[in-house]
């Protein structure tokens, strides 16, 4: 089994994809809000979230990632893009005259955070807002959070990618096993300097 979370306008046909769209305008196999999954434990192969991570909450995000990680098989592979936020913040902050085209034949300069704002890092131009913002740092440690590791890059022109875009941020990762509770996050800069003779 495989699923397309958030399909929204682009599902992915054939080749045992079933597609999943809370909004029931949307061209979906399924109309259901995720999480949860309507799954059994471990019964799916693969799993492709275009553009839904940044539509939630970052507690929320985690819990569908962990939902994610609960239906996959033990070498059952997931799929997430998302904006980059950081190489879309590199182009306003550099005032390059970079423009992008969302949705098509509507076009936004992102030398102005206006236009920022409301493409990415709120997204007001849809229904459905944006949540949270990830760069490849932060997606690779939410998936890591989640019992995954990341395993490459997708290639910008992975034909599960609707809308290819410099800006499409893709990781692919496999399962691994999930600890029994979080792991907890140390900052060592509150620790002070080593001194010699120390540690």
């Given at each position: 089994m495989k699923l397309c979370l958030g399909c929204g306008v682009y599902p992915i046909t054939g080749n045992g994809w079933t597609n999943i769209d809370e909004d029931p305008a949307m061209p979906a196999d399924v109309h259901a809000r995720v999480?949860?999954?309507?799954?059994?434990?471990?019964?799916?192969?693969?799993?492709?979230?275009g553009h839904?991570?940044?539509?939630?909450?970052?507690?929320?995000?985690?819990?569908?990632?962990?939902?994610?990680?609960?239906v996959l098989t033990p070498t059952g592979r997931l799929a997430v893009v998302v904006p980059d936020i950081r190489a879309i913040l590199e182009h306003y902050l550099a005032g390059d005259h970079t423009t992008v085209e969302v949705p098509e034949r509507t076009y936004w300069s992102l030398d102005d955070l206006d236009s920022v704002c409301s493409?990415?890092?709120?997204?007001?131009?849809?229904?459905s807002r944006h949540r949270w913002s990830y760069d490849e740092r932060s997606?690779?440690?939410?998936?890591?959070r989640a019992g995954f590791g990341v395993t490459y890059p997708l290639a910008p022109d992975d034909p599960r990618i609707a809308v290819p875009a410099w800006?499409?941020?893709?990781?692919?990762?496999?399962k691994l096993a999930l600890p029994a509770a979080p792991v907890p996050v140390i900052d060592f800069t509150l620790l002070g300097p080593v001194r010699e003779g120390q540690g």
């Open positions: 999480p949860p999954i309507d799954a059994p434990d471990g019964s799916v192969d693969e799993i492709f979230m839904l991570l940044e539509h939630f909450e970052p507690d929320e995000g985690d819990a569908l990632l962990r939902e994610c990680h609960r493409v990415f890092l709120y997204s007001t131009i849809q229904p997606l690779r440690y939410a998936l890591h800006w499409n941020l893709g990781l692919e990762a496999r």
